[in-house]
């Protein structure tokens, strides 16, 4: 029944043919070919198949009626073309496409003036288009929350994320997950696996010199071989459960000198024959219940290797890019309101915290790119640690001004973005941006709240707290008499800069798993 429903649209120059056609002539993160995306669509459609015919196992007496079958899995369609042609391009480039599915289809789509057919599923009862935000609960978190690294806010972008990957998980196909670096690729993998109780999870750091050698390491690690009439077969070493190996940073091995990379072209073989020699008694091993993902940034950033088409038709691909400002909203305006239970003087202004901070980042951002400077890289991550650096702040003090926040707010906004700037008029740039920012979100700080310089440290009482250069220079003149007479007898001159870099080094070093990188002539 599925296959009559479907058929009438995979004819000679029918609706798939023209998705195809279109999709082609669309940007992809990777090189575009009609046998990696027409197995991405196949994937998520027998994942649609599969829905139908569990629903109708789960509901014997009342079985999906023709009608509503033929709804659904016409939608389903679009859905699978979307998602398996579309996977692998950015979000301008999914939108135009799913704004130019409407012309090519008969299919009742969601009005094309509304919101991009993108923001939509299809429910399986109905048959009909719902959208995915109607799915996004609305959560708050306790206050000792906001600095665990694995809790997941849930978004528009990580619930469809998650439905694709679901679909592919379950098919056990291989997938790619690309994006740049803090896009959030493995914190959406993650997320979805915690949500399949059948799947163990193993990490392997690719590198440039990886080689096969560490995926036997791994098997060796956590299956188990076993003898059966058919031959020696390779199974996780945990009953019923499946194992997924994701290769993290997969497109970073070099190629040999004939052009192959021997792990990639390994995993190949593992997916497409199933199985390989075992090295130490040259037998065929079969694998089961064993499955690959893997992540990489996009093959144009430095020290990236193309991956061969040969291996990429095996593995649908989704371009996880960076979440657009309304996400970000949604996910630090949760963490915001948490961190400011410490203090319940300010708690009404967790929104103006948020919005200012979203704002800033993305004007940043839009500013500054890898094309002036390599390392003017600026990510969500950047707004992470901007709210770790404010929890551990606050976390000690009973209360605060709302002068003393936007100081701390600016503080911080300034460490993480403008210490990575190169020129005066950079610097300068980022520090007229916060000041214009801060005082639009939170009017009624007075001007002497951001007063430069802006210094915070704990060396002058127990707590991280603002304070004045000439009280910190005494502080640090008194403590080096000692350095002097101990370490070194040469007396050091503490010019402003000194003081700046030594409380910036500080800041750093003080936090969870602080590191910095010093950069100067």
């Known amino acids: 029944t599925a296959v009559d429903i479907l058929k009438p649209y995979f004819v000679s120059d029918g609706f798939v043919q023209k998705a195809l056609n279109l999709a082609a002539n669309h940007w992809h993160v990777m090189d575009f070919t009609k046998i990696r995306v027409i197995e991405s669509m196949f994937a998520l459609l027998n994942k649609g198949v599969s829905n139908v015919l569990d629903y109708n196992e789960n509901h014997p007496d009342f079985p999906m009626s023709r009608d509503t079958m033929e709804k659904y899995l016409s939608k389903w369609l679009v859905f699978a073309i979307l998602w398996g042609f579309g996977g692998s391009m950015n979000l301008a480039g999914r939108m135009s496409f799913a704004k130019k599915l409407h012309d090519i289809t008969d299919i009742q789509l969601p009005s094309a003036d509304g919101p991009s057919l993108l923001d939509y599923e299809v429910r399986m009862e109905e048959g009909d288009w719902m959208l995915w935000k109607k ?139 199933g199985g390989f020699w075992r090295p130490s008694d040259r037998s065929w091993v079969d694998l089961e219940r064993i499955q690959f993902v893997g992540a990489c940034n996009p093959p144009t950033d430095a020290g990236r290797y193309p991956l061969s088409d040969r291996f990429l038709r095996h593995a649908p691909l989704i371009l996880v890019d960076f979440p657009g400002a309304e996400s970000l909203k949604q996910i630090y305006g949760t963490f915001n309101r948490a961190l400011l239970k410490l203090v319940p003087s300010l708690r009404g202004h967790a929104d103006p915290l948020t919005e200012a901070m979203v704002e800033f980042y993305s004007c940043c951002q839009e500013r ?49 973005f403008q210490d990575r700037l190169v020129t005066v008029e950079e610097r300068k740039w980022c520090d007229d941006t916060i000041d214009e920012i801060a005082y639009k979100h939170f009017p009624s700080a007075s001007p002497k709240a951001l007063e430069r310089p802006i210094l915070f440290s704990n060396y002058l009482s127990k707590h991280y707290v603002s304070v004045t250069q000439e009280e910190l220079r005494q502080h640090v003149l008194a403590r080096l008499k000692v350095f002097y007479e101990e370490e070194l007898n040469v007396p050091l001159v503490v010019f402003d800069s000194v003081l700046d870099h030594i409380l910036r080094i500080d800041r750093v070093l003080r936090q969870p798993l602080g590191h910095l990188l010093l950069v100067g002539a």
Request: hydrophobic fraction near 40%.
């Open 368 to 416: 500054f790119t890898a094309d002036q400077q390599p390392h003017y890289i600026f990510s969500p991550r950047e707004l992470t640690r901007w709210k770790y650096a404010m929890f551990e702040a606050l976390k000690p003090l009973d209360s605060m001004t709302i002068d003393q926040f936007v100081r701390l707010f600016a503080h911080e906004g300034l460490r993480l």
């Open 135 to 273: 799915k996004v609960p609305q959560i708050e978190i306790e206050t000792h929350k906001v600095v665990d690294a694995d809790l997941v806010v849930p978004t528009v972008d990580t619930i469809r994320h998650t439905e694709v990957l679901c679909s592919w998980l379950s098919e056990h196909r291989p997938f790619l997950l690309c994006g740049p670096p803090g896009s959030g690729k493995t914190m959406t993998l993650m997320s979805t696996l915690r949500a399949m109780t059948d799947m163990e999870m193993c990490f392997l750091n690719f590198s440039s010199t990886t080689t096969p050698e560490l995926i036997l390491k791994t098997f060796d690690h956590y299956c188990e071989y076993k003898r059966t009439p058919n031959g020696v077969v390779l199974r996780p070493s945990i009953p019923n459960k499946w194992l997924v190996v994701f290769c993290d940073e997969i497109n970073l091995p070099t190629a040999d000198k004939y052009g192959t990379q021997r792990v990639i072209t390994f995993l190949r073989q593992l997916t497409e024959q």
